[in-house]
């Protein structure tokens, strides 16, 4: 694995990216408890990668990163930036006492959000498409993916002290 095919925008976006976002994280008054913030950066991670992988590698293949279809430093460092991006939909989430109400329209509003930072990416060229994929083709995949991190963190809130008072307080359900 090289580190990167050339070092230019779209590395030293890369890294912006990761400095703001990280930055949020530790910057934001700490609403969870420390295994719950972790448990929402390791499923943000985790659940990014597998969707980018199932679209974005293997026969499919409808985008690459960075400067090349092989995996090398900067598109590590891209994937890193789906752990912060979780972690703010559940910390706002919660600020925002999502309930059954106004859950659709909160996953509709992250799924654009998430489409949003897709058509940045590919200003910057992190990302380009391939084989037709288009930027519109994403928002179902983010309106899927948001809605399991919504249930999962329901799930984990309903079965775990999750934020960092100890105090469940009641959200409408």
Known sequence: MSLWESFDKNEISILLFVVVGYAFLF????????????LFLLWG???GVLF???????LVDFFKLNDSNGYRLFDFLYYLLFAPFSYLFIYFYESFRINKKTFIWYIVAWAGIGVGMQWV??????????????I?????????TQTIT?????FVFSRFKVLKSGLKKPRGY
């Not at 990416?121 to 288009?134: A, C, D, N, P, S």
């Not at 919504?150 to 329901?154: D, K, N, R």
């Open 150 to 154: 919504g249930l999962y963190y329901e």
């Open 136 to 144: 519109p083709f994403s928002f179902p995949i983010f309106l899927m």
């Open 52 to 58: 980018d992988f199932t679209i974005g590698g293997g």
């Open 121 to 134: 990416f590919t200003l910057v060229e992190i990302v380009q498409f391939q084989k037709g994929y288009k």
């Open 27 to 38: 910057l934001l008054p700490k609403k969870f408890t420390r295994e719950i913030t972790l």
């Open 45 to 47: 991670f985790t659940i």
